[in-house]
C-alpha cells in the first residue's frame, strides 16, 4: 500500500460537484426552515498553517531513524494531519483562518521505529498524536501539544503489511496502518474476513478500530472490533508492550483492554492479532418496517435476548425513516408511502436485516430463526436491503453536500439498557432541539445486545452564520449532559477531547486516577496524546 497521499486526508469522500436534488432542498427549506445559501468550502491557500516549531536537533534525531523524507515540514502534510473529521473539524477547515497543525508529520516504516520515535520525542519534550485514517468525530486526532514544546502526527501510514496468518486458530496480525479495504484484500486469498464495517471503512485503520473500541454495522454478527482482538504490539515511552498469549486467561486482569481504547494515551499500537472468520460466499439483506418506536425496539430486544440477531440488524426511528423516504424522492420513495398506509402503518421504522454465511441453506436457516420473532414487521423485501448496503458509506458524502447549501449536519451516539432506551432517546432528543431549535434529529439502534443497544442520531439543523461552532459546541454539550445518568457518553466513537469532561460521571473520579496513574506508569513525562481520554487537569506528566 505504500505511503498515503498527503493532499487534504479530508478529501476524497464526496462526490466532484455533487448537489442536492430539487425536491431534497424543497423538503430541507419545510421540514427544517433551510433557505439554501451558497457555502463552499475555502480553498487550501486561505488556511493559515503555523510555521512549524519543531526543534531542528529534534527533527534530525528523527530523521536519522525513520529516514530524512519520513519527516515532514511541508505545509500539506501538516494540513492533511489537522484534526479529524467531526462537524467542528470540517467547519474549520472550511472557513479559513488558523488551524492547529502538527509541527511535523513523522511516518516510522516499523514497529522497532516506533519504539525509537517515542524515545527521541521524550528527550526532545515533543508530543506525539497517533495518526491513522484521520476519521476521529472527537477530537481524538486534534495536534495538541500540551505543555511540549512542539507536537509531531505519527502516521501508521507505512505500517501496512499483514504479518502472518494462522489458519487452524484463525488468528490474523495486522500493522496498525492497514485500512480496512486492504486488511480485507490482504485476507481475502486466505478465504477470511476481519468482518468489521464501520461507516468509515473506507480509510480507518486497524489500530485505530483498536484504539477507539470500534463497533461495525456487523457487530451484531462479527462482535465489536475489542470482541476480536487476541493480542496486541504497543510501542510506550517506556519500552515495547506484548499482550495477549492464549484465547482466554485468569492471569490477572485482562491487560489487553488497558491499551484497547486507549486513544494513543497510553502507548502506540503497531500490531493487532485478531480473530478472523471465513469470507462469507452468501450475504442477503431485506427491509421491513415497524409501526413505531416502541414496536421496532421490542422486536431488536427479543431478537438480542432470543440470540437470533443478524450480523446487521438496525432500526430507524420514525424521523429517520421519514428522512430516508424524503431525500431518496421520485416514484419508488412514493409507493412504499402508498403500500405503508395502505397496510395500516401510521409511524413507519425501518428495520434493516442483513445474514452472512457461508452457503444459502445456512443463510435462510438462520434468517428462518430471526423472521419467527419479526412477524408483525411488513415486509418490503431484498431490494430495501440491497439500497441500504449500498448506500452505507454516503453519510460522509451526504454531509459535504449539505455543507455546502448552510445546514448543521453532526451526530452523536451513546448506548444504555433496554429498560432506559427510550427515556435516553428522548433525553437526547429533546436536549437538542431545545439548543438547536427547527431541527429534526434522527435516531437509529445500530448494535443490540442482550441487555441493551446503541443509539445513533443524526441532527439536520440550519447553520447559525455568525457562529456555526459556537452552535453546536451549546447543542453537542446539551446533549452530553443528557446522557449522563442514563448511558454512555460513548459506545464507539470514543473519549477523545469532545467527551473527556463527561468521563469522571460515567468511571468515578477513582477511575480516573485509575487511568492517570496506568498512563503516568507507561507515559512518565505525558507526551502522548495530550488532552486525550484524561483531561489535561488530573495528568501531570
Known amino acids: 500500500m505504500g505511503e498515503r497521499i498527503d493532499q487534504n486526508l479530508r478529501g476524497g469522500w464526496s462526490p466532484a460537484g455533487g448537489v442536492l436534488p430539487p425536491h431534497a432542498l424543497t423538503w430541507l427549506g419545510g421540514r427544517i426552515g433551510l433557505r439554501p445559501r451558497r457555502t463552499p468550502a475555502a480553498p487550501d491557500s486561505a488556511l493559515e498553517v503555523p510555521a512549524s516549531a519543531l526543534p531542528e536537533a529534534a527533527r534530525d534525531a528523527l530523521g536519522a531513524v525513520v529516514g530524512a523524507g519520513h519527516v515532514r515540514l511541508d505545509r500539506a502534510s501538516r494540513l492533511g494531519r489537522a484534526g479529524g473529521l467531526s462537524y467542528v473539524d470540517l467547519l474549520r477547515h472550511r472557513a479559513g483562518g488558523e488551524l492547529a497543525a502538527p509541527d511535523a508529520v513523522v511516518l516510522p516504516g516499523s514497529p522497532e521505529q516506533v519504539v525509537a520515535v517515542l524515545a527521541l520525542c521524550v528527550e526532545h519534550d515533543v508530543a506525539v498524536v497517533p495518526f491513522g485514517g484521520g476519521t476521529s468525530v472527537v477530537g481524538g486526532v486534534a495536534a495538541l501539544r500540551g505543555d511540549k514544546a512542539a507536537v509531531v502526527a505519527l502516521d501508521l501510514g507505512r505500517l501496512d503489511r499483514l504479518v502472518s496468518v494462522d489458519p487452524v486458530s484463525r488468528i490474523a496480525v495486522l500493522q496498525a496502518g492497514v485500512t480496512a479495504p486492504e486488511a480485507e484484500r490482504l485476507l481475502a486469498p486466505h478465504g477470511l474476513t476481519v468482518g468489521h464495517v464501520p461507516q468509515s471503512f473506507e480509510r480507518a ?5 483498536a484504539a477507539t473500541r470500534s463497533a461495525g454495522q456487523a457487530s451484531s454478527g462479527y462482535g465489536r472490533f475489542e470482541d476480536m482482538v487476541e493480542g496486541v504490539r504497543v510501542a510506550t ?6 499482550l495477549g498469549a492464549a484465547p482466554a486467561s485468569a492471569a490477572g486482569p485482562d491487560l489487553r483492554q488497558l ?41 431488536v430486544r427479543a431478537l438480542a435476548q ?8 438496525r432500526l430507524s426511528d420514525e424521523d429517520e425513516t421519514e428522512v430516508s423516504l424524503a431525500l431518496a424522492g421520485g416514484v419508488k420513495a412514493a409507493a412504499v408511502r402508498a403500500y405503508l398506509k395502505a397496510r395500516g402503518v401510521r409511524r413507519p421504522c425501518l428495520l434493516v436485516l442483513g445474514w452472512h454465511g457461508g ?23 431484498t431490494a430495501m436491503g440491497e439500497a441500504w448496503r449500498h448506500g452505507r458509506f454516503n453519510g460522509p458524502r451526504q454531509r459535504d453536500v449539505l455543507l455546502d447549501v448552510g445546514v448543521c449536519v453532526e451526530t452523536l451516539e451513546t448506548a444504555a439498557h433496554w429498560s432506559r432506551l427510550t427515556e435516553l432517546r428522548d433525553a437526547v432528543r429533546h436536549a437538542l432541539r431545545d439548543a438547536l431549535g427547527n431541527a429534526v434529529v434522527m435516531c437509529h439502534v445500530s448494535h443490540a445486545y442482550e441487555t441493551g443497544a446503541s443509539l445513533y442520531f443524526t441532527v439536520l439543523a440550519p447553520r447559525d452564520a455568525d457562529d456555526p461552532v459556537g452552535q453546536w459546541t451549546v447543542a453537542k454539550a446539551a446533549a452530553s449532559e443528557a446522557i449522563a445518568g442514563l448511558g454512555t457518553i460513548s459506545h464507539h466513537h470514543a473519549v477523545g477531547v469532545d467527551h473527556a469532561p463527561y468521563l469522571e460521571a460515567e468511571i468515578g473520579g477513582l477511575g480516573v486516577d485509575v487511568l492517570a496513574a496506568v498512563k503516568h506508569a507507561l507515559d512518565p513525562t505525558g507526551v502522548l496524546n495530550p488532552g486525550k481520554l484524561i483531561p489535561s487537569e488530573r495528568f501531570r506528566g
Not at 515511552?237 to 506484548?242: C, F, L, N, Q, S
Not at 430471526?370 to 412477524?375: D, E, G, K, N
Open 205 to 209: 485503520t486497524i489500530g485505530g478500530f
Open 237 to 242: 515511552p517506556a519500552g515495547e508492550w506484548v
Open 259 to 299: 491499551v484497547v481504547g486507549s486513544e494513543g494515551a497510553f502507548g502506540v499500537i503497531t500490531e493487532v492479532s485478531l480473530r478472523v472468520r471465513p469470507k462469507p460466499a452468501v450475504e442477503r439483506y431485506e427491509g421491513f418496517v415497524v409501526d413505531g418506536w416502541e414496536a421496532g425496539q421490542a422486536v
Open 306 to 313: 432470543a440470540r437470533v440477531l443478524a450480523d446487521v440488524t
Open 359 to 381: 452457503s444459502s441453506r445456512e443463510v435462510l436457516a438462520r434468517r428462518a430463526a430471526t423472521l419467527r420473532l419479526v412477524s408483525g414487521a411488513v415486509r418490503l423485501g
